[in-house]
């Protein structure tokens, strides 16, 4: 096993090809930049596409099969993120 790393937007659909049966483990800011980290089978030749969605606080959006991944500030809380993982093609 393995951690990769891997850029987000920090505002609406990222799409991640990832290897199949990554664990997400954290999203964060690093340096500025909304980062996810995922544990992942370093061996794995199977990929999967995987979808985040960033929201900002106050802004209005209908979750609807999007699973809570995590909350991130940036500029000192001044700008606050959520993530989610949402359903590709959905």
Known sequence: MVVHKYKLKDHGWTQLMMPWN??????????GSLMLWALVHEDSDTHEMRVFRSVMTGESF???????IDTVLFNNGGFVV????GVYGG
């Open 62 to 68: 209908h979750p609807s099969k999007e699973k809570y």
């Open 22 to 31: 990554a664990k997400v483990l954290k999203v964060g800011n690093q340096c």
């Open 82 to 85: 959520h993530v989610f993982e």
